[in-house]
């Protein structure tokens, strides 16, 4: 539910938030060791780590930023959709799964977005969808993400027509 609402970015937030925090942990630190120097407190608690300098490092635990959270983009649910509307189409093309749809058929949707690699035209809820081989199985086609699309039903029959003819005038040189 929580992508449904998702309408803040977060990364100007996040950004504050290390920045209090840091300013804290260095108060914090300072306060630790007041006959210490600021430099030996840096080197004590906030060591060079990976690519940055300022960072809470203390032997196998390091402090990550809040920055570092990776900010995921959603889309807004079209108005009258709905999960149990029965647009598999639609929802498994939006979300990668949909509870009466393969996994296979779900990944070509969302990579295919939506489209008949064909006829270049949208499925709709209605379409006969069928998986095709790009190299068809019977010329030594792999069963793999690599070699299927999915296509329309009469495409799929175009398609088959043709690979059927290619393979035939193979078979007669």
């Not at 840096?42 to 940055?52: A, H």
Request: hydrophobic share 30%; glycine share 4%.
């Amino acid at each position: 539910m929580g992508q449904l609402f998702s309408s803040v970015v977060s990364k100007e937030t996040f950004y504050s938030l290390d920045n209090l925090l840091w300013r804290r942990l260095g108060r914090w630190a300072n306060r630790r060791h007041p006959n210490k120097s600021s430099t030996w407190v840096k080197r004590k608690y906030f060591p060079p780590y990976e690519t940055r300098n300022w960072i809470l490092n203390q032997g196998k635990y390091v402090l990550n930023l809040h920055s570092d959270v990776p900010i995921i983009r959603y889309h807004k649910i079209r108005g009258n959709k709905s999960p149990y509307d029965g647009d598999w189409i639609y929802w498994s093309n939006r979300v990668g799964k949909y509870p009466r749809v393969k996994t296979r058929i779900a990944n070509l949707l969302k990579s295919q977005k939506n489209k008949c690699t064909s006829c270049r035209l949208n499925f709709r809820p209605t379409d006969r969808i069928e998986v095709d081989h790009i190299v068809p199985r019977s010329v030594g086609g792999e069963d793999t993400y690599k070699n299927i699309q999915l296509l329309h039903r009469h495409c799929h029959d175009v398609k088959t027509t043709e690979d059927l003819k290619a393979a035939n005038f193979l078979k007669t040189l």
